[in-house]
């Protein structure tokens, strides 16, 4: 790495990076904190800008942080479009409004009775920005860099516009998941006060970039991944190359993010709830072997790459450190496998106070999610997406719905929370693949609920987007909120992520309101004195089977084989034949095979089972305090 900057490049050399609203304003960005660490090992002075903590200290922390987990349509992003396009852009308020009504409750959540929602785009949002352009001498850095991700495009642009009016020589640079593929492109493309785009990864190709600038950047700059303005030959695209390793990557820095919550005196009102961000993986193993039909994440760089367990643990206690924070959320798509035993066991064996949110597989077994919760992970996101087998293999999940509900009755065992939708839309799907998950629901009731119950979104690097023929994915449009962000000029297809579309072969959405009702219900229940429970008590030989809501319980007296045969599939599903085998060999039970399977479509019956595809699953947890 220290390669790629001429060691006589002079220290004075200053660069500014940029993270802007609407990135939550309880996590530093790993993206700055990053790259900052890269290039200030080889002699480049970085200055972090934070002004999205900036917004969240004016508009209140629980409001911005509203406004933040907002996705679907580019409510976030039209906001800003009258700071960064001029007063009169687009549409008025109501008419947005009108479009798109549901955003009306969602914007009187964020909104005090003070601030309605065009006084926040025509007045509060612009003003902001005028001001953060004021507080910097922008003239004394050799570029300036912004991160985009999420629906951060259009205030990064209201800011790049006023820094480059009043400093036309200062180059500005944009990056993030925003840039890539023709997003990138275009963005450049449209706006001309941006000068370079980095498409994909940047660990390697922004230290380049920069030595490229400092030597005084003459020539096309021949960097993988870089957009640049050419006076020649207009816009200059290099073609994306992939990180190969990221196993030596620094710490990131996150020591501007917390000097700038002192500043503004905000930390107290953050410190619950900041959480550091950390990079053990990047890519997805199962996405390349597998990509799931409906994922748009990771672009061209699905490779799967990671980092060895004593180097991240070495990370998280510098961090930790460095910042007194003990809560991380792991930016990873998925989890490295050998992270049981040279990671999280070291961490349990340790004792150390870490708490970690991580995404997994979910067909993950009980022993390693048992090891996870003891090494401190207290939220994880399994990608369950559905209760049905054959719309999971429509998703090509890699896993069945037993895997699912085994799934979520650990992680509720183990007090983990768990971030999961139930998703419906996929070609090929039928109303009885529903109407079977309908009851499913009923007979998990304790088990901790979906956030929602919704139709697939159409994401640009998706295999339903790429190969949209091969399955019947017609009238491909963006999505259409982005009509009201964006100038006319932009070419909306090549800078959108979300996409409007007709997929055939799948059922309309009247047809899924029992779904969707049924899982409100579900999430109004589940917590409160009249939640539901199913417990199990062993007794010797026995179980006490009790369930119900509230204080109507009732109590099941389960003996002899049937307990037996129930504790069997408790952790795994199982198959009669193996049942039998089990009983056989551990219990010297002599059963056959026919027998094993009424009683266990019996305890099915009763709704304290589940069968699929000739396995069961026990849905009763060992005791809860």
């Given at each position: ?18 993270n ?7 996590r ?18 970085v ?8 917004l ?37 308020t109501?008419d ?12 009187a ?34 570029l ?65 970039l ?33 990180v190969?390793?990221?196993?030596d ?19 107290d ?36 790459r ?34 049981f ?18 995404e ?12 996870l ?14 209760l ?9 999940k ?167 045969a ?6 795994a599903?199982e ?15 002599v ?27 026990s ?7």
């Amino acid at each position: 790495m220290n390669m790629l900057i001429n060691a006589t490049v002079p220290i004075q050399r200053t660069i500014a990076l940029i993270n802007m609203p609407l990135a939550s304003a309880t996590r530093p960005s790993i993206q700055l904190g990053l790259l900052s660490a890269i290039v200030e090992s080889v002699g480049v002075r970085v200055d972090q800008h934070y002004f999205n903590l900036d917004l969240a200290r004016e508009l209140g922390a629980d409001e911005y942080e509203e406004l933040c987990r907002h996705r679907g349509n580019m409510t976030g992003e039209w906001l800003f479009s009258v700071a960064a396009f001029g007063a009169g852009f687009g549409p008025t308020t109501e008419d947005y409004l009108a479009a798109f009504p549901s955003e009306f409750d969602w914007l009187a959540k964020v909104n005090s009775a003070d601030l309605n929602p065009r006084d926040l785009r025509e007045q509060v949002l612009p003003d902001f920005i005028e001001r953060m352009a004021a507080s910097v001498d922008w003239s004394a850095y050799s570029l300036v860099g912004f991160t985009s991700t999420f629906q951060q495009n259009i205030a990064c642009l209201a800011l790049a516009r006023r820094i480059k009016e009043r400093f036309p020589d200062v180059p500005l640079l944009f990056g993030g998941s925003n840039t890539n593929d023709t997003m990138g492109v275009e963005l450049i493309r449209s706006f001309p006060y941006v000068d370079y785009v980095l498409r994909g990864e940047a660990d390697k190709t922004f230290p380049q970039l920069l030595q490229w600038l400092f030597e005084g950047g003459r020539g096309p700059a021949k960097i993988a991944g870089l957009v640049s303005r050419n006076s020649e030959h207009g816009l200059l695209v290099e073609p994306e190359a992939p990180v190969a390793s990221i196993a030596d990557n620094p710490i990131p820095n996150y020591r501007p993010y917390f000097q700038r919550l002192t500043e503004l005196k905000f930390g107290d009102m953050l410190c619950s709830q900041v959480v550091l961000p950390f990079e053990s993986s990047r890519g997805c193993w199962w996405g390349a072997k597998q990509h799931c039909t409906f994922c748009g994440l990771n672009g061209a760089t699905m490779t799967y790459r990671k980092k060895r367990g004593s180097t991240i643990l070495a990370e998280l206690k510098e961090l930790a450190s460095r910042h007194w924070v003990t809560n991380f959320e792991a930016v990873d798509n998925i989890v490295d496998h050998k992270q049981f035993d040279d990671l999280f066991t070291t961490i349990r064996e340790q004792q150390l106070s870490f708490r970690f949110f991580y995404e997994i597989k979910a067909n993950i077994s009980r022993h390693d999610l048992e090891t996870l919760a003891a090494a401190g992970v207290r939220a994880v996101q399994p990608g369950i997406e559905s209760l049905n087998s054959r719309i999971l293999k429509l998703m090509k999940k890699g896993a069945g719905v037993l895997h699912n509900v085994r799934c979520l009755k650990w992680a509720r065992y183990y007090r983990m929370s768990t971030m999961w939708n139930i998703l419906y839309g996929f070609p090929g799907e039928t109303k009885a693949d529903y109407e079977a998950q309908l009851d499913i629901i009923d007979k998990i009731q304790h088990l901790q609920p979906p956030m929602s119950a919704s139709r697939i979104w159409l994401e640009r690097f998706a295999p339903y987007f790429k190969r949209r023929e091969e399955y019947a994915i017609t009238e491909v449009l963006p999505t259409s909120s982005y009509r009201y962000a964006y100038p006319s000029q932009v070419n909306l297809s090549d800078i959108a992520y979300f996409f409007d579309y007709i997929a055939k072969d799948t059922l309309p959405d009247e047809d899924q309101q029992p779904l969707v009702r049924a899982v409100q219900r579900w999430k109004d229940s589940w917590q409160g004195p009249n939640s539901y429970r199913l417990d199990y008590r062993r007794i010797g030989n026995d179980l006490l089977l009790d369930r119900g809501r509230g204080t109507d319980m009732v109590t099941t007296r389960i003996s002899g084989l049937p307990a037996t045969a129930y504790l069997m599939c408790e952790d795994a599903g199982e198959s009669p034949d193996r049942i039998a085998a089990m009983l056989r060999t551990n219990s010297n039970y002599v059963i056959g095979v026919e027998d094993v399977r009424d009683i266990l479509d019996l305890f099915c019956e009763h709704g304290v089972m589940l069968s699929d595809e000739g396995r069961y699953l026990s849905l009763a947890l060992p005791i809860v305090d």
